[in-house]
């Protein structure tokens, strides 16, 4: 052993790059596979999914991530439904109901269609509608999601009031007027009437299976549904398995005989298993778009969907430094939001001055704003000099709170790095995990965090009311501007919908204008790879990342090979 | 009451023969020398602890600071101009990867020292504490030992992170202080085993009629003669050591970026596989330092311990 | 010998005591709850949940529920859909100990006979290349070998399948081999036992060395018996004893499931239960599963302890 320490250490080496070579060797040419409009066999129709995250419940009403509620699409199906128009903008179309509500003054009529049944033949009726919104409201239910219905959102009468214990379920203004028609109460008519009622707590629910099973009734062998699928298993941290519901009344009917949905939580080992084939549709993330450009196949199965968030840097206003807008100006004047979109997510994002996402409406883009808060490290450098601190001398040291997932770091090192070029200030940044993150972002205890905005709904009152008035729930960045409470209020109160849009755009500007808390950075897009044998899948805005087409999963098919 | 030692990393048991304080440590120093593995990794330790400390003072050899981006060269290959390439956000891995073995280093090191500390003085403690301190330290080390390694530095991990406290703020002391806390029973066991049988032997029996106190007895006679085996855990703790730190790196509890420790580095390679020299370098790095430390501890321990000749 | 086994039975109670309660408050340090979203649920709603979890007593009388429950077997309900802990650990467990059983055979094997072939070949070609393999094997951390495992073999070239578990998942699927997907099963098995297997290598190799230069092994050459009885029935036995040392910690290492691995291949074990819950803040799931790692780590050295003094009469406990 001693006489051949050279030889053990060349085979090492030897070894090691061996490996190393073959490991960016070129990727072995796939067949590429023709592209019909003809679909597979029946017994062909299986595909598997990756999603991120586990459902924690199957019951929609007390779902609280993304994860719960993708696989929820596929299994139940509210009164109306989103959909992308023509001009891809988001829409609530008519679903289990057969059209649009009738409104008289503050009431809602709404109409089902015939013969709609749930999926063990017994007939879906209004009353299962009246049992599930008076259930969402439930003090004992304890929803999350519950102030949907509440006010400000929807503003269902009497729904705030039994959720707080001053009420009873009778006081809760929605009625089954018959088995065919319900009749809904609000406090004032609401032009996102359509568009709450197809979110995910307001699907109908079945009151006999819930009283019998308890919490076990989204267990497969209770289950009952009215969407295109329903659950045949369900594998703790592993997987759920869903077939198609024979009862599904609304068209498609769904072609896949068999949807595995695996519970994958790191995306390169999802992206590893969509290369073996192991996987036909997954999320990726930014970092791989690089592999994924420089390999024909994967190129032309690469879809990025934009989706309605919106990151931003957001900035303590009750942090003294940061109270001054001159300093907020400088930060927010020193990052190149190309180059960031370009070196960090690869080009996959868009860059935004803007907080109102592209795709919702009163959407105003980059032109206004641009001039503003945009890149210009000589503006910067005088709004940083302006606020007191020329060159960035006597800057105190702050602190960048940093999501722990790879690319949020990268993020984080660019603009620490961008701060430090364009400013010379000096900014720590601490990593948090996400249950760590959401604690210190809660509490406001940050100083500069990595967070942003991610629509519920499509409604720009979503990005606007509640994240930037003075006491909003989710203005954690302590946005005090009378002058935005002032139009946030007017448009919570506006029953006209241009004017609606209109007061929000307004608001829109003065945030952004005034760095109010938040300096955008990008709109994301949401980036999938989907086998090219799966047919259908319609990308569709938005909110769900989890799986792409979710919005349509009666679409998907196989198609013949 | 157990009567054998855990020795998980040395293979001898605690009862071997005490060793003269003087006269022997030059034995095994010859001993070492003439193991010409154990040298080449002491030689390639220095090289590396030189040419990584090197970046704290000067930039002649990393040639570029660890966090510039160049945006310009972002997930290139090794070229003349970057050595071992550059990352996602265009900085030198060269120098990057430099770093991180001196961090890696440091931390190996730092956690292997705190373990020292902690193991001899419970190890001295459970031995010279008579029935009750003795059972009570082996109750102590019975319970970090049954505590999952990665689990309990995990918990540690996430308690201690993104708090601002004065002294154990420092992210790589943290790193170092959970890393030895699960790792300090190996020491501990093996001091006490050597201690108890060294307090039976004739000269410590000596000294004592001769009126040398507990102390005195502790300190100039038991305790050198328990340094061999220790010295060679020491060695064999830290490749544990930086093995844990990179395993916390890949979980995302390592230190914070942009300092690279090579656990970082990895986990940077494995995220973007698309430039497979990201991976390939700091892997080789830790392979080097493992295998150096390996074969060091192998000849520390054929150095100190006479009956493996 | 049987009270020397009950003692350490009995010892076990206290530890996992002490375990359990050094874990409860570590829990609560970290901060972060259960509830905390990335958007701020309602007040009203935090305080429902934690009401129906119990998490709004004070400290000290939540940490005397747990025990009060533990005393019943009773690990609690995991945050994530209300499901049983000891239900999640025992499936999670029956996933890590397969791919650990298999794992730590193939380690066996593969050291020993590595380990063997050196000692007997002492330096020569095929010592070296075992002294290569086992430094070299454990070199590397057990992801960048996953990593490279996975490119390299999975994807690359295709060999093997890179996802999930190629063996029974459930219990009732255990009786239906025709569903067992073996092109699984490799890449794993490889990737956590290497290091194992290096190490047993490593100690075998050392303690045959040690066992063949002594004079009984000679003086049993000299006077006639073959080499494999001299190797088998006296050398080995006699160098079984260090290798077990180094064998226990490692069973109960892998049994327990390496979750670096079984993140790397999205398998559903205790391992990533545990790791995730920690990332979830799901108490019940990290105390159950830590107090269950504590368990099979004790009862791992134990047997290891029983085998010790089986194997080396020289070893007698008091």
């Given at each position: 052993m001693r006489r051949n320490i050279s030889f053990i250490f060349l085979t090492a080496l030897a070894a090691f790059f061996c490996l190393a070579l073959a490991a960016c060797g070129g990727s072995e040419a796939k067949m590429s596979q023709t592209i019909t409009v003809d679909k597979a066999a029946p017994a062909d129709q299986q595909v598997l999914v990756a999603q991120s995250s586990e459902p924690e419940f199957l019951d929609p009403q007390l779902s609280n991530f993304e994860g719960d509620v993708a696989i929820e699409r596929m299994l139940f199906r509210g009164l109306y439904e989103l959909q992308l128009d023509s001009s891809n903008n988001v829409v609530a179309v008519p679903a289990m109901a057969a059209d649009e509500p009738q409104v008289n003054g503050n009431v809602y009529t709404i109409t089902l269609k015939d013969n709609l049944e749930w999926s063990d033949g017994q007939p879906l009726t209004a009353q299962d509608f009246e049992y599930s919104l008076k259930r969402e409201c439930s003090p004992d239910v304890a929803a999350p999601y519950q102030y949907l219905l509440g006010a400000g959102m929807l503003d269902l009468v009497g729904c705030d009031d039994y959720f707080n214990g001053q009420g009873t379920a009778d006081g809760v203004g929605v009625k089954a007027l018959d088995a065919k028609t319900l009749q809904m109460t609000l406090t004032a008519p609401k032009p996102t009437f359509t568009t709450i009622m197809?979110?995910?707590?307001?699907y109908p629910l079945r009151k006999d299976v819930i009283d019998k099973y308890g919490a076990n009734w989204t267990d497969p062998a209770n289950i009952v549904v009215d969407g295109p699928y329903t659950l045949t298993e369900f594998v703790a941290k592993d997987h759920a398995t869903l077939a198609p519901n024979p009862n599904w009344a609304l068209d498609p009917k769904p072609q896949l005989q068999k949807v595995t949905i695996k519970f994958i939580d790191d995306m390169e080992v999802a992206f590893n298993a969509f290369q073996t084939g192991e996987l036909d549709m997954t999320q990726v993330a930014a970092t791989d778009i690089p592999t994924i450009q420089n390999d024909s196949t994967l190129k032309s199965e690469y879809l990025q969907v934009g989706s309605l968030r919106i990151s931003a840097v957001e900035m303590q206003m009750q942090n003294p430094v940061l109270a001054n807008p001159n300093v907020r100006l400088a930060l927010s004047r020193a990052i190149d939001r190309d180059a960031l979109v370009n070196v960090v997510y690869n080009g996959a994002y868009l860059p935004a001055t803007y907080w109102l996402a592209q795709g919702l409406p009163g959407y105003q883009g980059n032109d206004a704003f641009q001039s503003i808060i945009g890149y210009d490290p000589d503006a910067a450098k005088q709004a940083l000099a302006d606020a007191g601190y020329p060159n960035g001398q006597g800057f105190p040291k702050l602190t960048l709170t940093v999501a722990d997932d790879p690319v949020r770091q990268a993020e984080g090192q660019f603009l620490q790095q961008a701060w430090k070029q364009v400013l010379g200030i000096d900014v720590d940044i601490q990593a948090a995990d996400r249950a760590t993150g959401a604690d210190l972002y809660n509490s406001g205890?940050?100083?500069?965090?990595?967070g942003g905005w991610q629509n519920d709904y499509p409604d720009p009152e979503n990005s606007l009311i509640g994240v930037f008035n003075t006491d909003g729930a989710n203005n954690q960045h302590a946005c005090n501007d009378p002058d935005i409470d002032a139009k946030l209020a007017a448009a919570g109160a506006e029953t006209d919908n241009a004017t609606r849009i209109k007061d929000l755009q307004e608001a829109e500007t003065l945030v952004v204008t005034r760095l109010c808390g938040v300096a955008p950075l990008w709109q994301g897009a949401v980036l999938y790879l989907v086998n090219s044998?799966?047919?259908?899948v319609r990308p569709n805005g938005a909110i769900d990342a989890a799986m792409p087409g979710n919005w349509c999963p009666e679409c998907w098919f196989i198609k013949a090979q | 009451m157990q009567e054998v030692a855990y020795q998980t990393g040395t293979f001898e048991d605690a009862n071997g023969p005490p060793m003269r304080a003087r006269g022997l440590w030059s034995d095994a120093f010859r001993a070492l020398r003439r193991n010409r593995m154990a040298m080449l990794a002491v030689v390639i330790l220095l090289l590396l602890a030189l040419l990584s400390a090197s970046t704290a003072f000067t930039?002649?050899?990393?040639?570029?600071?660890?966090?510039?981006?160049?945006?310009?060269?972002?997930?290139?290959?090794?070229?003349?101009?970057h050595f071992f390439g550059t990352d996602?956000?265009?900085?030198d891995n060269w120098s990057r990867v430099l770093t991180g073995v001196s961090i890696s280093l440091e931390i190996g090191v730092g956690a292997q020292i705190i373990v020292l500390a902690i193991g001899v003085s419970v190890g001295v403690a459970a031995a010279l504490g008579g029935r009750v301190g003795d059972s009570a330290l082996m109750r102590l080390t019975d319970v970090t030992y049954a505590f999952p390694d990665l689990l309990f530095i995990i918990l540690l991990r996430s308690v201690l992170l993104g708090r601002h406290m004065p002294v154990l703020g420092e992210p790589r002391l943290q790193v170092m202080l959970a890393i030895a806390l699960v790792n300090w029973t190996t020491i501990a066991r093996l001091v006490r085993g050597q201690m108890l049988s060294l307090a039976e032997r004739e000269y410590v029996t000596a000294a004592r009629t001769l009126g040398a106190s507990n102390w005195r007895i502790v300190t100039r006679h038991m305790l050198p003669n328990t340094l061999g085996p220790v010295i060679v855990a020491f060695a064999f703790g830290i490749p544990f050591a930086i093995f844990a730190e990179a395993a916390l790196g890949f979980l995302g509890l390592g230190v914070p970026a942009p300092m690279p420790s090579l656990g970082s580095l990895v986990t940077d390679g494995y995220n973007h596989m698309s430039n497979v020299w990201i991976l390939v370098f700091p892997a080789g790095a830790i392979a080097l330092l493992m295998l150096c430390f390996t074969f060091l501890g192998d000849g520390l321990r054929d150095a100190l311990d006479p009956r493996q000749r | 010998m049987a009270g020397y086994i009950i003692r350490r039975v009995l010892q076990l109670i206290p530890v996992l005591w002490a375990v359990a309660t050094i874990t409860f408050l570590l829990m609560h340090l970290?901060?972060?709850?259960?509830?905390?979203?990335d958007k701020a649920l309602p007040a009203n709603i935090v305080d429902a949940l934690n009401r129906r979890y119990h998490l709004d007593q004070p400290l000290w009388k939540q940490y005397l529920l747990y025990l009060w429950n533990l005393l019943h077997l009773d690990l609690g309900l995991s945050f994530r859909g209300d499901r049983d802990v000891s239900q999640l650990i025992r499936d999670g467990f029956f996933v890590s100990a397969q791919l650990g059983v298999l794992a730590f055979v193939v380690a066996s094997v593969v050291g020993l006979a590595l380990g063997v072939l050196s000692a007997l070949n002492h330096n020569r070609f095929l010592d070296y290349f075992g002294v290569f393999f086992a430094t070299a094997g454990a070199a590397l951390p057990s992801f960048v070998l996953a990593s490279f495992l996975v490119v390299v073999f999975g994807v690359k070239l295709g060999w093997f399948e890179i996802l999930g578990w190629g063996g029974p998942i459930q219990f009732s699927h255990t009786l239906d081999p025709s569903a067992w997907e073996w092109r699984k099963l490799v890449l794993p098995v490889l990737a956590l036992s290497m290091l194992p297997a290096a190490f047993i290598a490593r100690v075998t190799r050392a303690s045959m060395l040690e066992v063949l230069n002594q004079d009984y092994m000679r003086t049993a050459r000299a006077k006639g018996l073959s080499k494999l009885t001299v190797v088998w029935r006296h050398g080995l036995k006699n160098a079984m004893v260090p290798v077990l040392t180094v064998m226990g910690p490692c069973a109960a290492m892998l049994v327990t499931g390496s979750f670096i691995i079984e993140r790397v291949f999205s398998i559903p074990g205790v391992g990533r239960a545990f790791v995730e819950a920690v990332a979830d803040r799901d108490y019940a799931m990290i105390m159950g599963s830590t107090l269950f790692y504590a368990a099979v780590i004790a009862v791992a050295n134990l047997i290891v302890d029983v085998l010790y003094a089986a194997v080396d009469p020289r070893i007698r406990y008091r």
């Open positions: 197809s979110l995910w707590p307001t205890n940050f100083e500069l965090f990595q044998k799966v047919g259908g | 930039q002649a050899i990393a040639r570029y600071s660890y966090s510039d981006q160049l945006y310009q060269h972002v997930m290139e290959g090794p070229s003349w101009s996602y956000l265009g900085r | 970290v901060p972060g709850g259960p509830f905390t979203q």
